[in-house]
């Protein structure tokens, strides 16, 4: 799901706004008697739609990366033992 949300869905969006608006101006042409136009494959500038859903998919996954992790001002502190125990390591935040 996270795959389809983050890749596939932003890549296919551009795709799909030109296949909407396309069938939108097929029924506009019909209606006012325009012959028959090529098929949507023969028209359609395939090139444009992949790079645009490239990019929008880029900036999706960049925009969750900026977004997504913890905060960079805690300390580490490496595993170490304590009266026995193994204490993992872990990060420590300053109290606010």
Same mark, same amino acid.
């Given at each position: 799901?996270? &795959?389809? @949300?983050?890749? &596939? &869905?932003?890549?296919?969006?551009? %795709? @799909?706004?030109?296949?909407?608006?396309?069938?939108?101006?097929?029924?506009?042409?019909?209606?006012?008697?325009?012959?028959?136009? &090529?098929?949507?494959?023969?028209?359609?500038?395939?090139?444009?739609?992949?790079?645009?859903?490239?990019?929008? %998919?880029?900036?999706?996954?960049?925009?969750?990366?900026?977004?997504?992790?913890?905060?960079?001002?805690?300390?580490?502190?490496?595993?170490?033992?304590?009266?026995?125990?193994?204490?993992?390591?872990?990060?420590?935040?300053?109290?606010?």
């Amino acid at each position: 799901m996270r &795959l389809l @949300l983050e890749l &596939l &869905l932003p890549a296919m969006i551009p %795709a @799909l706004i030109y296949l909407g608006y396309l069938q939108v101006e097929r029924r506009r042409a019909a209606r006012n008697g325009a012959d028959e136009p &090529l098929p949507w494959w023969a028209e359609t500038p395939w090139l444009a739609l992949a790079v645009a859903g490239v990019l929008l %998919a880029g900036t999706v996954l960049s925009v969750i990366v900026v977004n997504s992790g913890d905060a960079i001002n805690g300390v580490y502190v490496p595993a170490h033992m304590d009266n026995g125990t193994l204490v993992p390591g872990h990060v420590d935040y300053p109290k606010k």
